[in-house]
């Protein structure tokens, strides 16, 4: 059972544009939600991450939107470069159990210079 | 920053033969580390959750005898891949939380069984 679904699966966008992350999750247990950057052959690195109290949080070009309600959140790249190009990961975890991540299936970006 | 070690970065081995993969945490000490599995182009599988100084948690599916779990201090555990076969090829990732910077992800470990 998948507990968080991630869309799209991969995605092309212009230099400059705003690519789009969606994430929603079922398990209303979770109170954190990271997302990770991925690139070939090397191990996810923190972007950044949200608790629900707040609806949304940016760190430099990225952007977090929560919706609590909705049970969703998204990731935003203002600006986008052609280093951005990578697979990008939502997570979720809920209190206990050390910080268990539940990822969702990926979205392969590719920024087009 | 918070830096997980992973060691080595890739491995080539025989079918039959042993792997060890080793996961450290440099500037903090883990109570607890995650092992994940990686397919290309899939997203991550929780294998296990090692504590340190007891037993590993597995999750449903993955053979405990076949991953060996080993967390024998704060800022060590490894994975051994016992009697490898080619269908282990895989990306092995550990993962550890430190307190300021959250869930930080090791560089991972691409192992090739042939």
Redesign the interface.
């Known amino acids: 059972q998948q507990q968080v679904k991630q869309s799209p699966q991969s995605l092309i966008v212009q230099k400059g544009g705003i690519p789009i992350i969606n994430c929603a999750y079922e398990n209303t247990a979770f109170d954190?939600f990271?997302w990770?950057q991925q690139f070939p052959?090397?191990?996810?690195?923190?972007l950044i991450?949200i608790r629900p109290d707040v609806s949304e949080k940016k760190e430099g070009r990225f952007t977090i939107s929560f919706n609590k309600s909705a049970k969703q959140f998204s990731l935003h790249i203002m600006d986008s470069q052609p280093g951005d190009s990578a697979t990008y990961?939502c997570a979720a975890?809920a209190p206990g159990?050390?910080?268990?991540?539940?990822?969702?299936?990926?979205t392969?970006l590719r920024v087009k210079s | 920053g918070a830096v997980?070690s992973?060691h080595p970065s890739r491995v080539i081995c025989k079918s039959g033969t042993s792997v060890k993969i080793e996961c450290r945490s440099l500037d903090f000490q883990a109570?607890?580390m995650?092992w994940y599995r990686q397919f290309p182009?899939?997203?991550?599988m929780?294998m296990a959750?090692s504590?340190e100084g007891s037993k590993a948690t597995y999750e449903q599916g993955v053979e405990k005898d076949k991953f060996l779990i080993n967390h024998a201090s704060l800022t060590l555990s490894t994975l051994t891949v016992t009697s490898a076969h080619p269908e282990d090829s895989s990306?092995y990732?550990c993962?550890a939380?430190s307190r300021r910077?959250?869930?930080?992800?090791?560089?991972?470990t691409?192992l090739s069984v042939l």
């Open positions: 954190y990271p990770y052959g090397k191990g996810p690195a923190l991450a990961f975890s159990g050390g910080n268990k991540l539940v990822f969702g299936a990926g392969i | 997980v992973q109570t607890t995650f182009k899939q997203s991550l929780l959750t504590n990306f990732i993962s939380r910077q959250g869930v930080v992800f090791g560089s991972g691409q």
